[in-house]
């Protein structure tokens, strides 16, 4: 699916602005809300979460549908065009409706979706009504818990029924960053004339100082298609007819961190036009070593979200240009889109900017209860749509240089039932390897577990973990962390496989301060990360640190949050606190490439 465009041959109109919205009150749908104006209505941004927009708990805490409503005009000067109506996210659930007719509906709440309107448009105005439903239950990914499921195990019904309270519904996420629903990406009118470019799929390669630059295109029509391939400066190096072929580029400039050089394809289909900017680089794990344009490289980052205040999860690039700028600034060179595919947007910044990326889809999660009492569970829970998930992000993201290794999960339970979890994931990392034109490595990343038991791990192409030696286990006790890291890492040499930490980190408030460093003060984070980082410097195999987080972040209510998750090397609104500059200065003294040769 390709990202709108304005040039000569397609417009746009961008629908971002006020919309029209009221929460379900449970005869939304019964009353027809969708085929008429909303009774009660309130204005909206989009994009952007609906939940902290308003002051009313029944924002922040709704359970259940929503509806969004907005009226529009179609320029005469599209209508002689095919037109297209498109959302780069709506979460979680999505159905559509123009001017009363379902048009279209959309599970999963990260990636876009679309419908052709050309047959549909009225004259004068037309009504758009969104239905969005934000329930998290064990059909969704990411994955709530059922019926009321507690995190301690036991139901909400049960317990309440010794005080005869009556349940109420709610979302109960087994995943700790907030629930934030509504349309989160822009909503674009798109035109195509009728013979149009579907979609470009771009491989490159690197032979000696060359660069080989295969294309694909998927039209429909029966239109001639040529392409153009211009350099870094815009200047045109080759040309091609045809609806695939290969080009070879000599000297070429490379995509890496330092150096983002982005050539494009700009691809003429009859009277269909489009501009595909692409990277040359090439991606490889050989033994221990993750090798960019075949040289190891080392990440060096975080794991983030897309979360901020008043927009919550909603697209705000404003703050995307900020945080590529701080990760600069750190000296950092990547991250990892956890714990859901990022916006369009921050993929195509990330481009620019020469920012290293592992993309991720929204399976996180999946370690409960029910994978631990059913061993069948793994192959039956959720399955088809974790499939469609991973087939669409690599779909969508193909193109992207930044994007160098996909995860396919975030913290599954792969030790309880080690042979039901390998059985369900191998198949995915199958079909990853399979989706990808560009073959990139896949992996999942798993949680503090008995790792001699996990089978899943040792089959990705690299090794993801999240470890927190120092804070869920042995907190306050950096000595002995220390020691457990170590040898834990013993047994991960022994494997043979590129090893990466993609989570570790301290909670801390900032502003807390201890002479003796403790829990949640500044400086515990920065003893923290002395010591858990000494052991991955001693540890060849390891190609890389991505802390856990970049920045505080919004969660559920309970008693582990104090207004949120502080795990953050940044405030919520993006204030270094102390590890910040820890980290400054160590990333500054580890080079992108070559670290551990």
């Known amino acids: 699916?390709?990202?709108?465009?304005?040039?000569?041959?397609?417009?746009?109109?961008?629908?971002?602005?006020?919309?029209?919205?009221?929460?379900?009150?449970?005869?939304?749908?019964?009353?027809?809300?969708?085929?008429?104006?909303?009774?009660?209505?309130?204005?909206?941004?989009?994009?952007?979460?609906?939940?902290?927009?308003?002051?009313?708990?029944?924002?922040?805490?709704?359970?259940?549908?929503?509806?969004?409503?907005?009226?529009?005009?179609?320029?005469?000067?599209?209508?002689?065009?095919?037109?297209?109506?498109?959302?780069?996210?709506?979460?979680?659930?999505?159905?559509?409706?123009?001017?009363?007719?379902?048009?279209?509906?959309?599970?999963?709440?990260?990636?876009?979706?679309?419908v052709e309107i050309t047959d549909k448009i009225a004259g004068g105005k037309n009504r758009i009504c969104v239905a969005v439903d934000n329930k998290v239950n064990h059909s969704t990914l990411p994955v709530g818990n059922e019926a009321g499921a507690a995190f301690f195990g036991s139901s909400l019904p049960d317990i309440e029924s010794v005080r005869n309270m009556e349940y109420k519904p709610s979302n109960l996420p087994n995943f700790d960053f907030f629930n934030y629903a509504g349309i989160h990406h822009p909503v674009k009118i798109y035109t195509t004339p009728k013979s149009y470019i579907q979609d470009i799929t771009i491989v490159t390669d690197v032979e000696g100082t060359?660069?080989?630059?295969?294309?694909?295109?998927?039209?429909?029509?029966?239109?001639?298609?040529?392409?153009?391939?211009?350099?870094?400066?815009?200047?045109?190096i080759g040309e091609l007819n045809g609806l695939c072929g290969e080009l070879r580029i000599p000297q070429a400039q490379l995509w890496e961190p330092g150096s983002p050089f982005l050539y494009t394809a700009d691809i003429q289909y009859g009277q269909d036009h489009y501009a595909q900017k692409f990277g040359?680089?090439?991606?490889?794990?050989?033994?221990?070593?993750?090798?960019?344009?075949?040289?190891?490289?080392?990440?060096?980052?975080?794991?983030?979200?897309?979360?901020?205040?008043?927009?919550?999860?909603?697209?705000?690039?404003?703050?995307?240009?900020?945080?590529?700028?701080?990760?600069?600034?750190?000296?950092?060179?990547?991250?990892?889109?956890?714990?859901?595919?990022?916006?369009?947007?921050?993929?195509?910044?990330?481009?620019?900017?020469?920012?290293?990326?592992?993309?991720?889809?929204?399976?996180?999660?999946?370690s409960v209860d029910t994978y631990e009492k059913d061993p069948e569970g793994y192959r039956k829970y959720n399955a088809e749509h974790h499939r469609e998930v991973i087939r669409d992000l690599i779909k969508r993201d193909k193109n992207h240089p930044c994007v160098v290794m996909w995860s396919i999960a975030n913290e599954p339970n792969t030790e309880a039932q080690p042979q039901a979890a390998y059985d369900y994931f191998k198949p995915l990392y199958d079909l990853a390897h399979r989706c990808d034109p560009q073959n990139r490595p896949v992996t999942l990343v798993v949680c503090q577990n008995d790792y001699v038991k996990d089978k899943t791990a040792p089959a990705m192409d690299v090794i993801c973990m999240n470890r927190y030696y120092g804070w869920y286990l042995y907190g306050g006790n950096l000595e002995l962390a220390k020691k457990a890291f170590a040898y834990e890492m013993k047994y991960w040499k022994t494997v043979g496989k590129p090893v990466m930490l993609t989570e570790y980190g301290a909670d801390t408030v900032a502003g807390l301060h201890s002479a003796v460093p403790g829990m949640f003060s500044e400086e515990y984070?920065?003893?923290?990360?002395?010591?858990?980082?000494?052991?991955?410097?001693?540890?060849?195999?390891?190609?890389?640190?991505?802390?856990?987080?970049?920045?505080?972040?919004?969660?559920?209510?309970?008693?582990?949050?104090?207004?949120?998750?502080?795990?953050?090397?940044?405030?919520?609104?993006?204030?270094?606190?102390?590890?910040?500059?820890?980290?400054?200065?160590?990333?500054?003294?580890?080079p992108d490439f070559g670290y551990k040769n």
């Open 280 to 366: 040359i680089r090439t991606v490889k794990v050989e033994g221990t070593k993750f090798l960019l344009n075949g040289k190891p490289f080392y990440f060096k980052g975080f794991g983030k979200h897309e979360d901020s205040a008043f927009h919550g999860r909603g697209l705000d690039e404003v703050l995307n240009v900020k945080d590529t700028s701080i990760i600069h600034w750190l000296h950092a060179n990547s991250f990892r889109t956890s714990h859901y595919p990022y916006s369009e947007e921050m993929m195509n910044l990330c481009d620019e900017e020469g920012i290293v990326v592992i993309d991720e889809v929204p399976a996180v999660g999946l």
């Open 1 to 114: 699916m390709l990202y709108p465009i304005l040039n000569d041959a397609r417009a746009f109109v961008d629908l971002s602005g006020l919309w029209k919205f009221q929460l379900d009150d449970g005869k939304g749908f019964q009353e027809e809300w969708t085929a008429k104006p909303l009774p009660n209505p309130e204005w909206i941004a989009v994009p952007a979460s609906y939940n902290d927009q308003k002051e009313k708990m029944e924002y922040r805490d709704h359970y259940g549908w929503a509806f969004y409503q907005k009226e529009v005009e179609i320029p005469c000067i599209m209508l002689s065009q095919r037109i297209v109506l498109r959302f780069g996210a709506v979460t979680q659930e999505a159905k559509v409706y123009w001017n009363g007719e379902l048009v279209c509906r959309h599970k999963g709440g990260f990636l876009p979706f679309e």
């Open 525 to 590: 984070q920065i003893e923290y990360y002395q010591a858990m980082n000494a052991v991955l410097d001693d540890s060849p195999f390891v190609v890389g640190e991505q802390l856990w987080n970049f920045a505080d972040f919004a969660t559920i209510q309970g008693l582990m949050r104090v207004d949120g998750n502080k795990k953050g090397i940044l405030t919520r609104d993006r204030k270094p606190k102390m590890a910040a500059h820890y980290c400054r200065n160590r990333w500054k003294s580890i």
């Open 210 to 236: 060359d660069g080989v630059v295969k294309y694909e295109l998927e039209c429909v029509g029966e239109e001639t298609a040529r392409v153009m391939i211009l350099n870094p400066q815009g200047d045109k």
